[in-house]
């Protein structure tokens, strides 16, 4: 894997690759930096924990968490124990992070937790009478957050369940409970009134835990106000260039650029069919080119019709997409075989991609693929 900085033969567009009909991701290590930087500030003191489950949202969380380290993280969030395993290992005895597993303590995973020193987020009872169970064979109380269910109703504790823990005699015996948290399901619309209910749950949940630190807000949260802040937060799209409304931020940096080569511009005249089926007929002679990526790489089908490529210095028409090449309307523009396209990064944001294809920022990014060329800017 290369690691070392390419030029540019155009603002966002990286120079062609070694390889005449290969994709490139650039991933702009110093942009998921100042990202993390933005972040930071706008939380106002809270520690602010990346997230960096699913390999990074796709983009390499060793290389993701070492950058984000040197800028002064020093708590991070995965989804599976092989994840934080991965990352302890990735970032070395000398990076001394709390890694949070959102999974908890799944059946037989304490010793191997305990092992890498990660700390399970518990969501349910019978987590944390597991949780317990085990902790009674360390030496050492076992680090643990809870995870509160304040409306989300995906994971978590229900406020009664939370309460019975509070109260209750020894149920919470062997356990370092630093963390109590919860996650917002609409922050992306900051007028939704369920923002608020949720803010309410969370408080009277967290109260019954006064020696633990707090945590509600995610990407879009941090920027709900500092009711919302709490003693952490936890951004996790937009560190990676997604805006925290779904829709672009002109604060948050493209992180990841996907860039591919014309391999062929031709003329399709009216009336004919573009790729498989007839979906799309041209109603007008048209000149389009042909990209070396498709969806093996990372290009939502979906948003043919309504996405757009960077070429020639400006936005064009994605036309059609399947699985190893892509269609855009060309038109009279200036272009050859061989030149580069952005098919995402600062001209096509990762946003606008999400809203073609139907879906959100976080499906695109972990959907790019790995069988082109990876450059690292940036990397430590």
């Not at 949202?57 to 934080?84: I, K, M, N």
């Not at 009872?125 to 064979?137: V, Y």
């Amino acid at each position: 894997m290369r690691t070392s900085p390419s030029s540019a033969t155009s603002p966002g567009i990286p120079a062609a690759t070694t390889s005449a009909d290969a994709p490139r991701l650039t991933v702009d290590l110093e942009a998921l930096a100042a990202n993390y930087r933005t972040l930071a500030a706008e939380s106002g003191g809270a520690e602010t924990a990346p997230v960096v489950k699913a390999d990074g949202y796709g983009l390499g969380a060793a290389q993701v968490a070492r950058r984000l380290w040197d800028e002064g993280a020093r708590s991070f969030f995965v989804a599976r124990l092989a994840e934080g395993e991965a990352l302890r290992n990735d970032l070395g005895p000398a990076r001394s992070a709390t890694i949070y597993v959102l999974d908890g303590l799944t059946p037989g995973s304490g010793p191997r937790l305990a092992a890498a020193g990660l700390a399970p987020v518990l969501s349910s009872l019978p987590q944390t009478s597991e949780a317990t169970a085990f902790a009674r064979s360390l030496a050492r109380p076992l680090p643990c957050a809870l995870q509160i269910d304040t409306g989300m109703n995906r994971q978590g504790l229900s406020p009664a369940e939370a309460r019975a823990l509070a109260e209750g005699i020894d149920r919470l015996r062997g356990l370092d409970l630093v963390l109590v948290m919860s996650h917002l399901g609409a922050a992306s619309d900051p007028q939704d009134p369920h923002n608020k209910l949720q803010l309410e749950r969370f408080r009277e949940v967290r109260a019954l835990f006064p020696g633990a630190r707090a945590s509600l807000a995610a990407s879009a949260g941090v920027f709900l106000g500092p009711d919302y802040r709490f003693d952490m937060v936890r951004p996790g799209v937009s560190l990676y260039g997604g805006g925290p409304f779904e829709k672009p931020f002109s604060r948050i940096l493209a992180v990841a650029s996907l860039t591919a080569p014309i391999l062929d511009i031709r003329h399709v005249a009216a009336g004919e069919r573009l790729g498989y089926g007839s979906q799309l007929v041209l109603v007008a002679p048209t000149r389009v080119a042909i990209v070396a990526a498709g969806y093996a790489d990372g290009v939502i089908r979906a948003a043919r019709g309504g996405g757009y490529v960077w070429a020639a210095g400006a936005r064009r028409r994605l036309l059609a997409v399947n699985m190893d090449l892509l269609v855009f309307e060309l038109g009279e523009a200036d272009a050859r075989v061989g030149e580069p396209v952005e098919l995402l990064g600062p001209n096509v944001a990762l946003d606008d991609l999400a809203e073609a294809a139907g879906t959100v920022a976080h499906e695109v990014l972990v959907r790019l693929g790995r069988r082109g060329e990876r450059v690292y800017l940036g990397a430590t």
